[in-house]
């Protein structure tokens, strides 16, 4: 019943949101992540389609259903999560797009098509790192870009980063939050930096957040 009473301020508009975190393989068993229960991205993705939005969400591994009405491609890896994001660009134009995801900033370039094996010897794996795309980046990067929101999870100086990032991103909106203090949690404190400035959302759940943001979104998309 919720849905009928949110004033649908997104409507007509197209939503791309990366969500969750990547997971990035050693070898058929093993990986490295980042931690991302993935709810804030989710609680977008929920809040935009009650707006009215048409919502396509890439998602890396999260132990949640898609939310109701949302387009989910689920993925494993940055690489793939950057091509499922372009290729959805390619094919679909869209008004905003949303990066919530916690990507992996590096994949392991000698990942093994076998299980790794301990040995005798106590040999460690040598593992050796490539940098992932920068997806937000490159879809800001874009003639004709969507409107990009980005977010930051800080693990401190929250202010000078989060204004900092914005910048080198080059987006219009970044989105701020203390990491350690949000990871799994249904609760959040978010801190919006825009060419303005910053300004702090109240603390809330990360549902009613998520409500506060798209209402921010859709005060700055072209009516
Ligand atoms: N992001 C992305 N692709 C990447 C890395 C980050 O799209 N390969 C997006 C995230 O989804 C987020 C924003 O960029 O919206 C900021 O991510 P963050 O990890 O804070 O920024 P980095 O530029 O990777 O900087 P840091 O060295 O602090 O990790
Ligand atoms: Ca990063």
Redesign the pocket.
Known sequence: MIAAFTPKVLAGKHLLITAGPTFEPIDPVRGIT?LSSGKMGYAIAEAAYRAGAQVTLVSGPVAMPAPYGVQRISIQTAQQMHDAVMANLLTQRQDAFIAVA????WRVANASDQKLKKNSAGDLPQLEFAQNPDILASVAAMDDAPYCVGFAAESEQLLEYGAAKRLKKNVPLLVGNIGHQTFGKDDNELILFDEHGHHALPRASKTALAAMLISELANRLPH
């Open positions: 980042n916690a990507v992996a900033d």
